[in-house]
């Protein structure tokens, strides 16, 4: 069993940053590749990015290549979330999760997932 905790939403202005935090605990970090993800009202669950077991490697949506920057730290269990240049658009609530396949952008290929934390931009 993995435990996650995000942090680090908040309301942001169109252009502002962002750095969200997922806190992992119960199992060895390392062990697992990790994603984020996103789900706005009324619509799908959206992958984010996604990185390897030890974060040098990572993939991102389209949308969001460019701006956004996923890095892990295995030594604090800690994933993150870099958003800059937000968008209203990018207004969801944003999820981590655990998978075992490197690459993986289904949800349905992610295991544990944590509560989500709120980002809100406004116009």
């Known amino acids: 069993q993995v435990q996650l905790v995000e942090s680090g939403g908040g309301l942001v202005h169109t252009g502002g940053s962002l750095r969200l935090s997922c806190a992992a605990s119960?199992?060895?970090?390392?062990?697992?590749?990790m994603g984020w993800f996103r789900q706005a009202p009324g619509k799908e669950r959206e992958f984010v990015a996604t990185?390897?077991?030890?974060?040098?490697?990572?993939v991102y949506a389209d949308s969001m290549r460019g701006r956004f920057t996923i890095s892990r730290n295995n030594a604090k269990n800690t994933l993150y979330l870099q958003m800059n240049s937000l968008k209203p658009e990018d207004t969801a609530v944003y999820y981590c999760?655990?998978?075992?396949?490197?690459?993986?952008?289904?949800?349905?290929?992610?295991?544990?997932w944590g509560q989500g934390t709120q980002v809100t931009v406004s116009s």
């Open positions: 990185i390897n077991r030890s974060g040098g490697s990572s």
């Open positions: 999760a655990t998978s075992t396949s490197t690459g993986a952008r289904t949800s349905y290929d992610y295991d544990y």
């Open positions: 119960g199992r060895t970090f390392s062990d697992y590749v």
